[in-house]
């Protein structure tokens, strides 16, 4: 993940970022992508560590909480996402390259044809040789970690020549404040910014390959957001402070331009974009394995063969490599990354309403405090299966039994996961949607649906999520609650000793002597206290 986000930050704060919105909104932009990536790393955190879930990752735990069919729905947009945002990476490799021997090139079919020569040479790596790519990580990090430093020292140095000022007080006041070229808004920024932030699952994701995934993950994952964030500040600022705002605009290889030494941070670019593809098609595909294996949706099964002893996912990999193919030909990153944001700010939204989702379940055992919670009390935790059948969720999921429990093991995060948190990062991921792009939004959610439907349709009897709570029925009744205030509750005094009493009985009618002779069958009595 911080691989990625160091590329990432080098394109998006330059002519997307500072140039079109100046440092202020640039930093309300970081702020935004940061707040929405922590509400997210806080509720995988949160459900890693009270879901019993072992490999799978993000569609692993979105089966655990809502089922197989969320899970299956949600996975594949997430591989979808994936699979874009490796076109997005081949893309603006693509483009450092070719902008660095020509400025101005006149065949865009050139960017393409590298694009997707670079896309399958790095899936044959990541079918044979990934392995050996993964051991070089720490290298690579740190060839990434001179490249950052290179940079600081170039912008330091800088003199007054071609736009690039130095650090200059009069350069840092042109660029605070926005400016937005033609076609340019807040929201077109965020969402070529935003996909900086698809790296957050990557951890999750190995979540079958670590001794102590919950500790390495959670961990993991705040480290390379926090080093993300002063990555991304670092660029804003010495950019904002050393360039012309019309360099920034028209330049977009401004960054290796103003360092110390331009080979060197082209070298780090160069790594971090590979790693990051190659990061990808090795995750993807491996989630799209486990949704096949499943059997969830069986048109796909044929995707759950592998290769070897680890079962490596050949068929997946290459469907995956074709298909980010196809989106290398749109060959145009500020159209890309929108697209991109799309399905996983939708994975985001339901992994933050995954945690809210588990914590307001298990507070059904707990007396409410406020109108929000008194939705948990009027019903209890029983659930259908697909085939009719009702079942306590604590006999088939143990989460609900230690949910408390398993969470008091002394993580210093766990003070920053809060239910209300998460419910905030669910919604304004769902608004960020359709302020990026409305279009694109309603088009996701068109697939999110139509996916979830035919899932239900083909495979009714999938066994059900260990959460039971539904967003709508909460709603209405907090609304109810503030409209209509409950009433007082009543209560029943119970004596502890029973009085002594005794019965006499009355007949409540006179005999008639013309039915003398029948049968009394219909009698009538009194009971009546006679005090001792």
Partial sequence: PVEERMVKAVVSTQSTGVGNAGLLLSCLIIIFTLFVGLCTVLASNGLLARCDVTKGGIYGIITYVFGGKAGATVGIMYVLGQTICIALYVTGFAEAVVLKFDPNPANHWLLRGIGISTTLLLTIIALFGVKYLVRLQLVLLGILLVAVLDFVIGCSTANSTAGMTGFNSTSFHNNLHPQFAE??????????????????????????????????????????????????????????CTVQRELLLNDYMISSEISWISWLFLCGLYIASLSSILGSLYGAPRVFQSIALDNIIPVISIFGKGRGANNEPVIATIT?????????????????????????????????YAYFSMAMTDERTIKPESILDHYNTEHTPIIKSGDGEEGNTNESYPLLDGYVDKSQKGYWHEVLQSKWLTFVGFLLSMLMMFLINWIFAFVAIAITALLYFYTRTVSPGTKPGASDFVLSKWVYHVIRSVVHPLPVEERMVIATTTPEMSYQTTQLSDENTDYREREKVHQSVVSEQIET
């Fill in 183 to 240: 076609g340019q808004t807040f929201f077109t920024v965020l969402g070529v910014f935003f996909p900086t932030a698809t790296g957050l699952m990557a951890g999750v994701n190995m979540i079958g390959d670590l001794k102590n995934p919950q500790h390495n993950i959670s961990t993991g994952s705040l480290a390379a957001l926090a080093f993300s964030g002063i990555l991304y500040y670092l660029f804003a600022i010495f950019l904002a």
């Fill in 320 to 352: 995956v490599s074709v298909v980010s193919c196809c989106f290398v030909l749109v060959g145009h990153l500020n159209i890309l990354a929108p697209i991109t944001a799309m399905p996983f700010l939708l994975t985001y939204a339901a992994i933050n």
